[in-house]
């Protein structure tokens, strides 16, 4: 069967033959660094994908993807959920009415920030009340003046349900100041653990409450928090909604308040990925320092194919397949087994938590008992292909350095 001389040869020379064995393993070596690095990054890069998931169900199930409020009070909020449920974008519509203000118990203080909420509503759009851990939110009732508090917020004053707080929340007044604190006893009637940063920061009231504390007509809430399809289109759905509304109304979505967490997650994970690129920089580099020493081990060999009639392109491409086979097998191991792990790599941190008796995450310490992994084939991709251009590019200088040899010298003390 025919094969061109490059291929031939250059395969050939990745096998250990009579003096050559120090340098087959080195090219041995150069292909497990790469198969390494490309394990890695294919198994770290899906495990941070695991984590922004869990983050952005968690998170973003809980607050508002995206929300219609009106520049004052809104008397019929049936009527804006109605409009803003015929985009196609939109999956549900609920009431809601936000507030920030302190809580307060027996002398110690903390920001929080409360939604009036309709109980009854509130399943539509959020997963609170899949998360509650004490009491239940259908405990909101008009007029009873409860509230559903994180775990963390819960923890840290030490609270249970039948509890009794205070919120503190500013009023605008004739007052000199212009501002006066109001205060309002609240009794926790319920909490909830979503296993994120939310868990001390958010509260929940019922809307009717809400309303009462903001001195409004009964019935009226701040706006509409909509559920939408695709998360990363509610700056779009949401202004396009308002608008079609009319002026009396103004768009907010998730990407106000939460978009820098997001935003540092991408960041992060753009660096991690730029940092272990360096393990197949290294081992493409060991490629470099194989192939030369195969060129001056192979002088001679060059000689005489020159002398034969080899060509320099020939040379140079013989060196460039045997570079670019140890980049190929290295790339196609590291992609298959990272592939492998990344989707196994809760159940093998689950067997190392069994065989040390160890548990490496715990639901009292992070917001997840297991390690997350979600694989990106994009992601995949990418890693392959850069691990191969890398081992491409790192065979261009030892082959050119091959094509440059000159027969008369190189056989001249042979």
């Known amino acids: 069967m025919f094969r061109p001389l490059p291929l031939f040869i250059g395969a050939r020379y ?6 050559n064995h120090f340098i087959s393993f080195i090219s041995m070596t150069s292909m497990i660094g790469l198969s390494l690095g490309v394990l ?152 909830f653990k979503v296993g994120a940063e939310l868990d001390g920061s958010q509260a929940y009231i019922h809307m009717a409450d809400a309303g009462e504390m903001q001195r409004w007509a009964p019935g009226q809430v701040q706006g ?37 967490l997001f935003s540092a997650m991408k960041m992060e994970k753009t660096m991690i990925g730029l940092l272990l690129l360096m393990i197949i920089a290294v081992a493409a580099f060991n490629i470099i320092a194989t192939l030369v020493m195969v060129v001056n081990d192979k002088g001679a060999d060059i000689a005489i194919l020159r002398t034969i009639g080899a060509t320099p392109a020939q040379i140079m491409a013989t060196f460039m397949v045997q570079g670019s086979l140890i980049g190929i097998v290295g790339t196609l191991i590291g992609g298959v087994l990272g592939v492998i792990g990344a989707l196994n790599v809760s159940a093998i941190v689950g067997w190392l938590e069994r065989t040390s008796g160890q548990h490496i995450f715990t639901s009292d310490m992070y917001f997840i008992s297991s390690l997350p992994s979600q694989l990106q084939w994009g992601d995949v991709a990418i890693i392959c292909i850069a691990g191969l251009v890398m081992s491409f590019l790192a065979t261009l200088y030892p082959a050119y350095r091959a094509s440059q040899i000159e027969p008369a010298m190189a056989l001249r003390y042979e």
């Open 14 to 19: 990745t096998r250990a033959k009579r003096r």
């Open 40 to 191: 890695a990054m294919i198994v770290v890069l899906s495990v941070m994908n695991g984590f922004q998931r869990e983050m952005s169900s968690r998170v973003l199930g809980l607050v508002p993807h995206a929300s219609i409020l009106g520049v004052q009070p809104l008397d019929n909020w049936q009527s804006v959920a109605e409009a803003a449920l015929k985009n196609p974008a939109v999956i549900a519509a609920a009431p809601l009415t936000e507030m920030e203000g302190m809580l307060s118990y027996k002398g110690a203080m903390q920001p929080i920030q409360v939604s009036g909420i309709d109980p009854a509503q509130e399943g539509k759009v959020s997963i609170v009340g899949q998360h509650i851990v004490q009491g239940a939110l259908q405990a909101l009732q008009p007029g009873e003046y409860g509230v559903v508090l994180g775990e963390l917020t819960a923890r840290r004053f030490r609270l249970n349900t039948g509890d009794k707080v205070t919120l503190i929340v500013p009023e605008v007044s004739s007052a000199p100041g212009g501002i006066t604190p109001r205060m309002q006893r609240l009794t926790v009637v319920g909490i």
């Open 224 to 260: 509409v928090r909509l559920k939408l399809h695709d998360l990363y289109a509610a700056p779009q759905v949401s202004k396009a909604i308002a608008s079609g509304l009319g002026d009396a109304y103004r768009a907010d979505d998730w990407s106000h308040t939460q978009g820098s």
